[in-house]
């Protein structure tokens, strides 16, 4: 352990005074393999010693994360969800002695041994294959063979019905863009695609005509708008757009005054728009609009749990993300009391917070209770016989 700690110092000095210009082409080739190669080792050390962690329960010294993966979410500066497969991971590798020696030993990336486990775990007979196509680092064709044994190991209607259970449209943002992907059942998917073919067929023979061509990316995309029906050509134009559910816009931006760096104008939920955009959609009364100085809702009280419509929308705007300091969780939030309604009968601003479903059933069924924190988050803190437990 404490070789490992001098061998991290040793890097870490490298790193710090190493100047790449200095070296040939040739060599820095060689040494950015080498490093690669570093960097797998760093990987398994950590995911080998974080399975310990967690099997001991020593990850709960001196973290205040409430779940494994959590705490190793802020060790590998990774999302829990990434944290979460890697724990995993590192559990099957225990029933995988080759595919752990070949992690170990630096010939498995974190990403290869994650295929290999899946599939191996799904098929043992499948670990050697799938060993032999990620050692010519194809990772691609090792995805898919994967995909492959999964799918032939495991029974078709259970597999149906998990991927209609997990049939989902994911969203995330890059500055005024907005990425999106989604999943569901094969010939599911395949009837929305079918049906989106002739519009993009169509717009790709007008597009090549005038000599404009795009990506069929482009095409798909505004066919899937116009099958809801909408015109991408109106963006921007002044034509009434279709109702959305909010707009949320600081001030000085919708009025076009100087507004400070980090000021917003943005689709709860979806990501930044233009302001143009907001301004249009309030000229048609589609625009729920909060004005943080309209209303104090530090003054709206209400002795039922009815959460006034002020109230609610103050929550919603204050809370985008789960309550719990630490969690980024933004999809399904669940309006929670931090105190037990019974005991005082009040739905107040500071008594609401919005949890997401992990923290929300927590705190609703295993017992653990809210702390507030002086920033204004959460802290969840386990029952007292669980606390007990942990200290035994």
């Not at 060993?131 to 799918?151: G, N």
């Amino acid at each position: 352990m404490f070789r490992l700690n001098e061998i991290a110092d040793e890097l870490q000095d490298l790193a710090s005074g190493v100047e790449p210009r200095e070296f040939s082409s040739r060599d820095a080739s060689r040494l950015a393999a080498t490093a690669a190669k570093v960097e797998r080792l760093g990987a398994a050390f950590k995911v080998l010693f974080a399975r310990r962690a967690v099997d001991g329960n020593g990850w709960r010294a001196g973290s205040d994360a409430i779940l494994p993966e959590q705490w190793f979410a802020r060790l590998s500066g990774c999302s829990e969800s990434e944290a979460r497969r890697e724990l995993r991971m590192s559990e099957k590798l225990a029933d995988l002695p080759v595919t752990e020696r070949k992690l170990r030993d630096g010939s498995l990336s974190l990403d290869q041994a994650a295929l290999v486990t899946r599939g191996a775990s799904a098929d043992p007979r499948a670990e050697a294959r799938l060993l032999r196509t990620a050692d010519k680092r194809e990772y691609r064709t090792l995805a898919v063979d994967t995909e492959r044994v999964v799918t032939a190991a495991t029974d078709e209607t259970e597999a149906h019905a998990r991927a209609h259970r997990e049939r989902g449209v994911r969203t995330w943002t890059r500055g005024l863009a907005t990425d999106g992907s989604f999943s569901g059942p094969t010939e599911a998917v395949n009837v929305l695609l079918r049906a989106l073919e002739p519009r993009a067929k169509e717009a790709f023979e007008a597009a090549r005509k005038a000599g404009k061509p795009e990506s069929r990316g482009a095409y798909l995309f505004d066919a899937l708008i116009a099958l809801a029906g909408y015109d991408t050509t109106s963006i921007g134009s002044g034509q009434p757009e279709l109702p959305v559910g909010g707009v949320r816009v600081d001030l000085g931006r919708l009025l076009d005054h100087d507004y400070e760096p980090g000021e917003i104008c943005e689709i709860p939920g979806v990501g930044p728009v233009p302001v143009a955009h907001a301004r249009n959609v309030l000229s048609h009364g589609l625009l729920e609009l909060v004005i943080t100085d309209g209303v104090d809702v530090q003054t709206v009280v209400s002795t039922t749990r009815h959460v006034p419509t002020a109230l609610k929308i103050a929550i919603e705007e204050r809370d985008h993300t789960c309550k719990v300091e630490g969690c980024d969780r933004t999809d399904h939030l669940e309006r929670h009391h931090v105190e037990e309604f019974a005991e005082n009968h009040l739905t107040t601003y500071e008594l609401l917070g919005r949890l997401c479903p992990l923290h929300h059933d927590l705190v609703t069924y295993d017992g653990y209770t809210v702390e507030r924190n002086h920033d204004g988050s959460w802290t969840l803190r386990p029952p007292d016989e669980q606390r007990d437990t942990d200290a035994a």
